[in-house]
T-cell receptor, first 116, second 112 residues
Framework: DAGITQSPRHKVTETGTPVTLRCHQTENHRYMYWYRQDPGHGLRLIHYSYGVKDTDKGEVSDGYSVSRSKTEDFLLTLESATSSQTSVYFC???????????????FGPGTRLTVL | GNSVTQMEGPVTLSEEAFLTINCTYTATGYPSLFWYVQYPGEGLQLLLKATKADDKGSNKGFEATYRKETTSFHLEKGSVQVSDSAVYFCALSGNQGGKLIFGQGTELSVKP
């Protein structure tokens, strides 16, 4: 198993409160990703990082921010949670392949977030 | 933009039946294609992959062939088991930061 953990694994919060989810890796991989999983939508990319302090938006980034101050940690923050952000959040990591087309990502166990 | 479309589920089969889950894609250039599997309560695991046209990915009895002419990557297994019950996701990567585009997932239930 890839060394990737997520915390917390479950969280219930109220609308309007800030929430931070943490992804931690022990693989020293360059790329890290945050996805959300919703019924009928599969997984959709929220934000990703291609190095320390280097991040970019995915297809559903509104209402989310991220930070990566060190290689092993990638934080996802909901500044003011809304009910539409109730979802299962997955972190993924990927090593640098040096110009090849091989893009295997390894996924964490997920965080189930409920916003009341 | 890039997109992936999977057949809708749930799919219910009897043990030892033949499985096909259809996946088609839209992409510019030459994407890599993947099948991921998610068992209940777990994260996603890579099942198989193909990185160029006509490649066949295979793992645990599952197979999928990268068909550029039909823009498809259908998943097949000759004889499913109860333990194959899971959600299967087709995905592509266009090498833009390694980002994955997923289909909506297909739930498979195999009955004894």
């Amino acid at each position: 198993d890839a060394g990737i953990t997520q915390s917390p694994r479950h969280k219930v919060t109220e609308t309007g409160t800030p929430v931070t989810l943490r992804c931690h890796q022990t693989e020293n991989h360059r790329y890290m990703y945050w996805y959300r999983q919703d019924p009928g939508h599969g997984l959709r990319l929220i934000h990703y990082s291609y190095g320390v302090k280097d991040t970019d938006k995915g297809e559903v980034s509104d209402g989310y921010s991220v930070s990566r101050s060190k290689t092993e940690d990638f934080l996802l923050t909901l500044e003011s949670a809304t009910s539409s952000q109730t979802s299962v959040y997955f972190c993924a990591i990927k090593g640098y392949q040096g110009g090849g087309a091989y893009n295997e990502q390894f996924f964490g166990p997920g965080t189930r977030l409920t916003v009341l | 933009g890039n997109s992936v479309t999977q057949m809708e589920g749930p799919v219910t089969l009897s043990e030892e039946a033949f499985l096909t889950i259809n996946c088609t894609y839209t992409a510019t250039g030459y994407p890599s294609l993947f099948w991921y599997v998610q068992y209940p309560g777990e994260g996603l695991q890579l099942l198989l992959k193909a990185t160029k046209a006509d490649d066949k990915g295979s793992n645990k009895g599952f197979e999928a062939t990268y068909r550029k002419e039909t823009t498809s990557f259908h998943l097949e297994k000759g004889s499913v088991q109860v333990s194959d019950s899971a959600v299967y996701f087709c995905a592509l990567s266009g090498n833009q930061g390694g980002k994955l585009i997923f289909g909506q997932g297909t739930e498979l239930s195999v009955k004894p």
